[in-house]
């Protein structure tokens, strides 16, 4: 989480100065992020929307493709092979039957992989998150919907965006059962979804978690949250920091302690001062690149469309 | 060998592949228990079971958006959309994930789905079940289009396009699902995608269709050939990606070209062909390229689609203008 949050913080900084394109932060999610992806092991998936910084690091994605990502390179979502992580789908809400569809294949074959996916409180007013949750608890797939309840979709307020008095309610109408946690609770995430996988590992169906929790910085970095939301508002909830709450909690069992404290930050600074430099100066892709992903092999039209686009820019693609 | 029409050939596709192998699944509305409204997966469910036959809740959008994290997870699916103008509560899938994962992830990942769906219009039937709206799909990147023509087509281009990389909106000509009966191999066998098929040669003028407008273009080739006209006759089979080459080869040797489709005709495929040919064959060209196509309205309800469909008579007609020029 601390890693998470440095990164953060650092990509929101590298946007202000030009060096990044537009981010969509995950301060004050990442426990909400982070809680329900501890609960998976190596052979299960994670289906992201756009704002999983947390749950990407921490099931392997590294963390310089994803600042390369966001600098506007697709090859940020190359990751390594084994890592059974989706790229990130920006179109809300989408991302829920590809997860219905993914955990399918895995108990056709009678594996016991599951399938976890993120979605927002304004990707539950879509058609992707109704039907695929209408169809995941028709199949009873092993899929684990975790919906980051962070009170507003851009603007919007939670409140304008369902008339439901949860999330985690209509999870009744498709037949399983939906949970409430506390989005900044990172254990009490890791226990819901502990319990989520296990049931989805029994052959018992989907689960939806609503993890309530709030966006601390804006939508995105082309976003200004104080446009539609109070100081006060965001006061109370920055007293509610997952980081600070988690270092609290393992302070008072004597597990943690300043030194230890200081050393994270420390550390997890370098490694994202690293990780930037990666990514930061990575080659923009060729024109070939741009060309070769679309087909498995390119047509005809496509090749020749690449050489002459080559051949009038005088150069063998790239800039 | 034995005859078949189009539904049972592509019956007989599907069996086939799935008897090969054990990742390809079909799901979609009505294909298991019920053999598809056409159907043409008329069986399917009692030989492989509800677990790769499966009748999905009413919802075309998550038919293909489950059938591209299947296939993210090593499935093959092939989904049926029920009529053509029903995949359009599907393109946000199709368009954003299926046609671009290839992409997003730089190669990782791939969506080797097959979208089935009858299209075309001629079967009297309500609204919304006569559209032949390919060129929505033609103009995505990342897509492959498939519109068989005859039984025989259908078989070799649906088994080419299950056992293809990438995903393949496969186009059904309703009216020609038991228009004819053909013989048929039996075993499996393909036909590559990406190449178009002469069907049959001449010297005067190039035809290029599709689907259900092949058996108009016959007549109207028939007729024209009566009279003199040698007529060169091009099924096109993938629209997209398209074999250009064909067809430009075929309008160097004639000089002439009419292109028929039962779509709307402005920026209809036929656009796309007049301007290959222009772009590749226009010092060869005796005659303005002709289109024969749907007007730009809404597709009429069957007392008035008289109006609206593509006749052998108006193929014949394009043929004598573009000749005689």
Request: aromatic share 6%.
């Amino acid at each position: 989480m601390v890693l998470a949050r440095t990164a953060d913080t650092k990509a929101v900084t590298l946007q202000r100065q030009g060096r990044m394109g537009a981010y969509p932060p995950s301060r004050g999610q990442e426990a909400s992020q982070l809680g329900p992806a501890l609960a998976l092991t190596d052979g299960d998936w994670v289906i992201p929307g756009f704002r999983e910084l947390t749950a990407l690091i921490w099931r392997g994605a590294p963390l310089w493709r994803l600042f390369l990502f966001w600098s506007g390179n697709e090859e940020g979502s190359l990751y390594p092979d084994g890592v059974n992580v989706t790229p990130s789908v920006i179109p809300v809400g989408d991302q829920i039957p590809h997860a219905v569809g993914v955990s399918y294949a895995s108990k056709l074959r009678g594996e016991d992989a599951v399938a976890l996916v993120y979605i927002g409180d304004g990707g539950t007013s879509q058609g992707g998150f109704h039907e695929g949750l209408n169809m995941a608890g028709v199949l009873k797939t092993p899929t684990i919907v975790v919906c980051q309840n962070n009170q507003y979709a851009i603007s919007v307020p939670r409140s304008q965006q369902t008339a439901s008095r949860t999330i985690a309610q209509k999870a009744v109408a498709y037949g399983f059962p939906g949970i409430l946690v506390d989005g900044n609770d990172v254990l009490a995430l890791y226990v819901a979804a502990k319990a989520a996988v296990e049931r989805a590992r029994r052959g018992e169906g989907p689960t939806l978690i609503e993890s309530y929790t709030y966006r601390l910085g804006d939508h995105t970095t082309s976003d200004d949250a104080s446009r539609y939301r109070g100081e006060e508002e965001l006061r109370k909830w920055e007293a509610k920091d997952p980081l600070k709450r988690f270092r609290l909690y393992l302070e008072a069992k004597g597990l943690w302690d300043q030194g230890q404290e200081d050393e994270a930050w420390k550390e997890a600074e370098k490694t994202v001062e690293e990780e930037v430099e990666r990514a930061l100066s990575h080659p923009a892709p060729s024109a070939e690149d741009v060309f070769r992903f679309t087909y498995e092999t390119m047509p005809p039209e496509l090749a020749e469309q690449l050489e002459t686009l080559k051949r009038e820019s005088g150069e063998g693609g790239g800039d | 060998m034995a005859q078949m029409n189009m539904v049972q050939a592509i019956n007989s596709a599907l069996r086939a592949e799935m008897e090969r192998d054990a990742s390809i699944v079909v799901l979609g509305e009505d294909v298991g228990v019920d053999g598809g409204v056409f159907r043409v997966t008329e069986g399917l469910i009692e030989r492989f079971g509800p677990g790769r036959v499966i009748d999905t809740p009413l919802s075309e959008a998550c038919i293909v958006g489950v059938s591209i994290g299947m296939a993210l997870n090593g499935l093959r699916p092939v989904a049926e959309i029920q009529f053509m103008g029903f995949s359009y509560l599907a393109l946000d899938q199709v368009i954003n994930h299926a046609a671009r994962i290839r992409n997003r992830s730089r190669g990782r990942l791939h969506v080797p789905i097959v979208v089935r769906m009858p299209y075309g219009g001629g079967i009297k039937a309500l609204e919304h079940h006569s559209e032949s709206t390919e060129a929505l799909y033609t103009q995505v990147p990342g897509l492959k289009v498939v519109a068989p023509s005859t039984p025989r087509e259908a078989k070799g281009l649906l088994t080419s396009s299950i056992r293809d990389q990438d995903p393949v909106i496969f186009l059904e000509p309703t009216r020609s699902y038991r228009l004819l009966r053909e013989e048929v191999e039996e075993d499996e066998f393909t036909i590559p995608l990406g190449r178009s098929r002469t069907v049959r040669e001449g010297d005067d003028v190039t035809v290029v269709g599709w689907g259900a407008m092949m058996p108009l273009i016959e007549e109207a080739t028939r007729r024209a050939d009566g009279e003199g006209v040698s007529v060169e006759v091009i099924d096109l089979r993938t629209l997209s990606p398209m074999d250009s080459a064909s067809i430009v080869a075929s309008v160097k040797k004639t000089g002439r070209a009419v292109v028929v489709h039962e779509a709307p005709k402005t920026c209809g495929l036929g656009a796309e062909i007049v301007a290959r040919i222009n772009e590749k064959a226009l010092l060869s060209l005796e005659a303005p390229v002709e289109r024969v196509a749907a007007p730009d309205v809404t597709v009429p309800l069957p007392k008035g689609e008289h109006h609206y469909y593509p006749s052998p008579d108006r193929i014949y007609r394009a043929i004598r203008r573009a000749a005689e020029f």
